[in-house]
T-cell receptor
Framework: DAAVTQKPRYLIKMKGQEAEMKCIPE?????VFWYQQKQSKELKFLIY????????QIDMVKERFSAVCPSSSLCSLGIRTCEAEDSALYLC??????????????FGAGTRLSVL | GDSVTQTEGLVTLTEGLPVMLNCTYQ???????LFWYVHYLNESPRLLLK?????KRTEHQGFHATLHKSSSSFHLQKSSAQLSDSALYYC???????????FGTGTKLQVVP
């Protein structure tokens, strides 16, 4: 079983609606990453947090997403206005110490978002 | 910027045949870390193996890979494919610090009887 917990597993939204998904990182991990996977393709990096602070994110996230880690045991990723292209599996992962180096990423099972 | 290339989107093999999944990378960083993650259907992706040592073979669960900095490659191999190896395999690259892990497009391995 994944030590990283993601909820919900499935999310269905209409175009234009807001979506929110949550992640509980593995205990003791200080870095949290969000990736997007479409059609079993490339894991696309979205944003990462170190000690609850966002340190890097792609432009798409800055423009249309909202992401926070209000505590060391909870993070959330939101989409302000869902578009069809946002349909994907959203994977949260965490690692010890920080990003980079040989720190292994531990993934949750993901939230599958479908935008109709 | 850094990038990872996995040329095969789908590899279909007969059980018992050897497996080789290609991974090449580009980075200006001289000491990258390379990873292979495996993603089974309806499970979470998990680490299969990793390495940062040039020309040293790394093994785990029957799979092995060797980082070759001269050719910027980290191919995943296994001597004999099993039905249970069917999954999506991702190669990833990391620097020592400053960036997140960058993933390739993934290779779906399908092992058939």
């Amino acid at each position: 079983d994944a030590a990283v917990t993601q909820k919900p597993r499935y999310l269905i939204k209409m175009k234009g609606q807001e979506a929110e998904m949550k992640c509980i990182p593995e205990k003791g991990h200080t870095a949290v990453f969000w990736y997007q996977q479409k059609q079993s393709k490339e894991l696309k990096f979205l944003i990462y947090f170190q000690n609850q602070q966002p340190l890097d994110q792609i432009d798409m996230v800055k423009e249309r997403f909202s992401a926070v880690c209000p505590s060391s045991s909870l993070c959330s990723l939101g989409i302000r206005t869902c578009e069809a292209e946002d349909s994907a599996l959203y994977l949260c992962s965490s690692s010890q110490k920080g990003q980079g180096g040989q720190n292994t990423l531990y993934f949750g099972a993901g939230t599958r978002l479908s935008v109709l | 910027g850094d990038s990872v290339t996995q040329t095969e989107g789908l590899v279909t093999l007969t059980e018992g045949l050897p497996v080789m999944l290609n991974c090449t990378y580009q980075t200006i960083y001289s000491n990258p870390f390379l990873f292979w993650y495996v993603h089974y259907l309806n499970e979470s992706p998990r680490l299969l193996l990793k390495s940062s040592t040039d020309n040293k073979r790394t093994e785990h669960q029957g799979f092995h890979a060797t980082l070759h900095k001269s050719s910027s490659s980290f191919h995943l191999q296994k001597s004999s494919a099993q039905l249970s190896d069917s999954a999506l395999y991702y190669c990833a690259l990391s620097r020592n610090s400053g960036t997140y892990q960058r993933f390739g497009t993934g290779t779906k391995l399908q092992v058939v009887p």
